[in-house]
């Protein structure tokens, strides 16, 4: 099975564990099982290995996400990137050309695409092998997975199949509806449109011939920043007359507010928390190395991470997108393809991360033309490279880089710092990569 995994979000509505770098999907939440935390796109990508172990997964994402789904998945995760962010048609077309162009696959084989962070169970996934089985089989141009609905959702478009069986042909979509339209298209045997479809590859690049002058994955991927915003629903799904869709009842949240999240975790607490008896409903997550102390509480979420602390009635979470996009200040905490960082002390001309190497793992070589570094390695072995010289590096030493000095660090063991950046002016865009030798 071809599947593409549609990765984005903006980091608001679950501020403050997720940023414009760590969206919701990159959250570890949820109890694997062995007892350890994942992330709901290790939890998807793990639930797909296990119904498919041949599946060919690419997840189309922008740039500012790479690094953290390599964190979390591994270097041989194949990534469709998105140059920058242009809606649901262009990133699926380009997902489709790199599959065909890059990776050879076939234009007549058939591909799922859907968003990477549902909350289901392994049934979703057969449903999906099966979805990929019809569009593979090409007895329609679009195969649409629709959701069987729990209640009459306002934030949900509607799928209207012709009659209620399983497999159905279209009679047409909805938008978001108020509550009673939407109970009247559930009665009617409406489904919810989880953005789930399957159709094979030719599908998918001859819509972007006719409508993105595509000619191929260079083509498209140079011109990307000129191409229409415009979701692949609007663009594709609701001109197509030759479309059938699949009834899926199982388990399946749209995890997207503090509300919906909470009714997802396996714990109430994560981290160090502690609730008086008097507390009830009460969800928390803290990633903070200090204790929060909750007495009182009905009905709320508790969050705390670097990037700030939420206290928040579980209906009212819905809301907090407006609050958070008034709050001004740069990422604090960060995943990278070789470990992460975390902001401890900002100042007008200092600023003062932990970093944290995995094994084997290296920055790139680097310089910045204003500011001033200090390493200083707290635990682990590794080697630093300055200006070409390489030395080996443990808990207790200091490396003092100057601005325009070129550096690496590479971790044999993982390998904690912390590192002091000295300068006026103190940015992310400060940094030159060169070619390393070693």
């Not at 569009?135 to 329609?140: E, I, N, V």
């Not at 991360?353 to 680097?366: A, E, F, I, Q, S």
Request: include cysteine.
């Amino acid at each position: 099975m071809n599947i593409i995994l549609l990765s984005g979000g903006s980091g608001k509505r679950l501020w403050p564990l997720s940023n414009d770098i760590r969206s919701k999907q990159f959250i570890k939440i949820f109890k694997t099982p062995d007892g350890q935390y994942e992330s709901m796109v290790q939890r998807v990508y793990r639930q797909i290995l296990a119904v498919d172990p041949e599946a060919t997964v690419t997840i189309a994402t922008g740039k500012s996400q790479i690094s953290a789904l390599h964190n979390q998945l591994g270097e041989q995760i194949d990534i469709s990137v998105e140059p920058c962010r242009r809606d649901t048609f262009p990133a699926i077309a380009l997902a489709a050309a790199y599959l065909h162009d890059v990776k050879g696959v076939p234009e007549e084989e058939a591909a799922v695409i859907c968003p990477v962070d549902p909350y289901v169970n392994e049934d979703y996934f057969e449903a999906l092998q099966e979805l990929w089985t019809l569009a593979q089989q090409g007895t329609t141009n679009l195969t649409l997975m629709g959701i069987d609905p729990t209640y009459p959702s306002e934030k949900y478009g509607y799928i209207l199949p012709v009659d209620h069986k399983r497999r159905s042909k279209v009679s047409g979509f909805k938008e978001k509806p108020d509550a009673a339209t939407a109970q009247q298209y559930i009665e009617d045997g409406g489904l919810w449109n989880g953005g789930v479809f399957a159709c094979r590859l030719c599908y998918v690049l001859d819509r972007a011939r006719d409508l993105l002058a595509y000619t191929d994955y260079t083509d498209l991927y140079d011109r990307y920043d000129t191409l229409p915003k415009i979701s692949f629903d609007y663009a594709v799904v609701e001109h197509e007359p030759d479309i059938e869709v699949l009834r899926f009842g199982g388990q399946w949240k749209d995890i997207g507010t503090w509300n919906t999240l909470s009714e997802a975790m396996e714990e109430a607490l994560v981290g160090d928390v502690r609730l008086d008896g008097t507390c009830a409903n009460v969800h928390a997550i803290n990633e903070l190395g200090v204790p929060i102390l909750a007495m009182g509480l009905r009905n709320a979420v508790i969050t705390a991470s670097p990037e700030g602390i939420l206290v928040t009635d579980k209906a009212q979470s819905s809301y907090i997108k407006p609050y958070v996009d008034a709050i001004n200040q740069q990422v604090m905490f960060a995943e990278k393809s070789w470990g992460s960082y975390l902001v401890l002390d900002v100042e007008d001309s200092s600023m003062t991360v932990k970093v944290t190497l995995n094994p084997g793992h290296r920055m790139n070589y680097h310089s910045h033309d204003h500011r001033d570094e200090v390493w200083t390695v707290i635990s682990g072995t590794g080697r630093t490279i300055v200006d070409g010289m390489e030395q080996p590096v443990r808990a207790g030493d200091v490396i003092t880089m100057a601005a325009g000095c070129r550096h690496t660090v590479i971790a044999e063991t993982k390998l904690q710092m912390i590192e002091v950046q000295l300068g006026r002016d103190i940015s992310a865009a400060d940094k030159h990569k060169y070619e390393l030798d070693e």
